[in-house]
């Protein structure tokens, strides 16, 4: 699936940052019914610029010497754009290399643009996104002010139809110095380091907007579900209609979807803006048996219906809209238990999510972040929780069509959260919060991806703020929940949030999830990891300089400029204690990043899978998780699932273990063996099998378990391993689960240890909980050698994507421990991404063969044959010729 073949559109070049729009101007389209998005701006600081805005906004301006930038391009993402910063995201470039004071002036964008077509147009540009602040002019003459376009998200759409001229036009627009403890804007907190402009400029799109006398805006739909048996919706149409002349106007909306075609004719004053209803009270087609209902990814199909309104002066065509919806039904309630369940279509499921993080300069990058959505659906996650990173329509697009749910919200701290004492809350900041959220809602509403939205994060927002942000989006036709805050807090009007800010957020065992206390797998935790995550070594050779990489195995205390600005996550202290405790003291950085593999795989599968096994118990259940982060806004030490270079390793494949749709799994605290079933159907004819090994290979126990059948949206307990005697002090547990066919549905390795990880839970903090014992694993270096033998083969499909598969075989009479697989651009080169594995640092009983295959863009080769390295914790590497 491509962006094009969704249907998604955007600026020429904004995928792929290219300033496509230097040295030549913009053509607006002279059809009625367009938004033509300026192509791309010439860019030069203030400090530079001798002329004011009647100046410069003139067509025969002289920028000689201006940057050409990409046309959503914030101040330093332009400046790298055009080779200024050169490896800014490479160890301390940022802090060492980016004069800051380069940034407390405003800069100037500049565009000229060509109107063509028909003369009389109503013409609007469209401000979809600037930080924070801005100054707008257009052919010399100022059309807003810094005061009136302010706050990061919002829409601002200028009647400009008695200035533009047929021919060329010049727009400029002055941005200002931003600062998200001044304004409504986006502030990094301890996500990463803070970008040196803080995300100054133009983000989202600047559009021209033409139409006839009347236009169209806002289209949108309603839609009513008849449950539980999906069998009829009814929707409800509207759309905004507003006359921009002197005259009255009457005019014939007409709107269309799928065969339903709808028509009023309505009769509007000067300048008057009204909502046009189509409902299906008085339009019986609108009222529609067996619709086509939108699931999320593990539980059905993504279908879309497209509406197409038109209106109609004098019989002339004076405008056109579109937009996309998804029919479904979702609620969601706060249960006995005070945790917030939410239902789609009916059916209660378990939320399991990640936090998601912009690109820390907010280039829009589509293609990779589509790239990000399919690794959403590989690991198996239904959602993505975005905390004031609220991106553009093309995200919400993708979780539309891949059945991702969305729950967006306002982020914490800065001035969003700033509500009383110093720098608080003016009535600006008021005005300006209520028109933040009348634009994210009429941008949200259609998306079915779409669940929720947060209008706080940390803390609940004072009443009269709830007040303000419920109302805007109760006006606005906001149909999903509204939730106070992440937090456990209770809103005056919007009640209980249902959810916790637990944590943790640094290192803690792999029991700890088990127990429901503080972070542990009960209620919905909004926020929760252990932690660190540590890129492979492909990464950590693009991120770290030779000395930082040392750092990691050599000094646990030395702050690390890649792990986080605050002073309680800048070191690696507590994760790298864990692991030497655990596993033994790191000999180089190569055991040390092998030794973190391993540790982050098993912690974040024991995140992920004690939440699932809790969702259906009747004390106390689990109802959702967001994983704290799903993504990295720049390459990072700290908070992932992947990593910046969207290299998979121990975090993803743990994940990805502990999310398949059908799963077998083992219970850290009980020893409880689960079954799961993540799907919207039952699973019948089922065999689990599981079986206890030492160190060594012997088999200690054996049990097997048939004819199993698993509820939809459920987990269920099938077993309980025997408390065993004379274990070696680190042992393995082996699940696996076959359907009728024989056919291996689920495999689950577990290593473990008979002097487990010891807790205190009377000292947590609130990004932590100590431990006061560690797990006894490092007999895992003890490990006798192992050998695998290997096949492999690869194949191009017409669409340009590659497959590679390996066949593994274990030759050896022991256990080969954590054999993980790596694509590469021909022996030795570059590692490939963006790469799906069918699965990933596998162990290997001797005489047993597992097959694997990597999933990739054959282009991402650049022209190489494919390779793939082989290595595990007892194996020796070996390269392998994917042909």
Known sequence: MSLSSIGITSAAGAADGAPVGAGQPTIVQGAVGTATPIAGWKLKSSSAVRSGGEDVSQPNFKDTGWLPVSP??????????????????????????????????????????????????????????????????LNGQQVATKDEVVGAYNIKELDVTDLVRPGKNALAIESYPADPDRDLSIGWIDWAQSPPDNNMGIWRDVEIVRSGPVSLTEPRVLTDVALPGLDHADLTVKVDVRNAGDQPRTVAVEGKIDNIAVKKTVTLTPREMRTVVFTPEEFGQLSIDNPRIWWPAQMGKQPLYDLDLTAHVDGDLSDRAHTTFGIRDVTSHVNSDNGRQFVINGKPLLIRGGGWASDLLLRPELGKMEDQFRYVVDLGLNTIRTEGK?????????????????????????????????????????????ELMASEAKSLRNHPSVIAFLIGSDKVPPADIEK??????????????????????????TGKSGMKMSGPYDWVPPNYWYNKQVGGAEGFNAELSAGKSIPTLDSLRKMLSPAEQDA?????????????????????????????????????????????QLANYENVRAQFEAYIRNMNDTSKPSTGLVYWMLNNAWPSLNWHLYDYYLNPAGSYFGAKKANENLHVQYSYDDRSVVGVNHTAEPAKDLTISAEVYNLDGTLRYSKQVGDVSLSANRSERLLTLPQLNDLSRTYFVKLVMTDRGGATVSRNVYWLSTQPDVINYAKSDWYYTPTTQY???????????????????SRESRDGTGETTVTLTNSSDKIAFFVNLTLRQGPGGENVTPVTWSDNYVSIWPGESLTVTATYRQADLAGKTPSVDVSGWNTPTVTLSGR
């Open 468 to 493: 303000l942000y419920v109302d805007t989006l109760r006006d606005n036709d906001w149909r999903n929940p509204i939730i106070p805050s992440a937090a456990t807090t209770t809103g005056a009007i």
């Open 552 to 596: 990691l195995w050599q000094d646990f205390n030395a702050a690390q400029y890649h792990a986080a600005p605050s002073s309680t996550f800048t070191n690696l202290k507590l994760f790298s204690n864990a692991l030497a405790g655990r596993y033994g003291a790191p000999k180089s950085l190569e055991d040390y990043v092998a030794k973190a």
């Open 390 to 434: 609220l991106e553009s329509d093309e995200f919400y697009a993708l979780a539309d069509r891949y059945g991702i749910m969305i729950m967006p919200g306002w982020e914490c701290c800065h001035k969003w959260e700033k509500w009383t004492g110093t720098n608080k809350w003016t009535d600006e900041d008021r005005r300006v919060a209520g």
């Open 72 to 137: 959503r391009s914030t101040v330093l993402a332009g400046l790298v754009e055009n080779g200024r910063y050169p490896d800014m995201f490479y160890s301390t470039n940022m802090r060492d290399n980016v004069d800051k004071a380069d940034f407390k002036v405003p800069w100037w964008y500049r565009e000229e643009f060509v109107v063509t077509g028909k003369p009389g147009l109503t013409t609007t540009l469209r401000l979809n996104g600037i930080i924070s602040r801005a100054d707008i002019w």
């Open 775 to 793: 797990a006894g694993l490092s007999d895992l270096a003890d490990l006798a050698p192992a050998m695998v033998s290997t096949s492999t083969s």
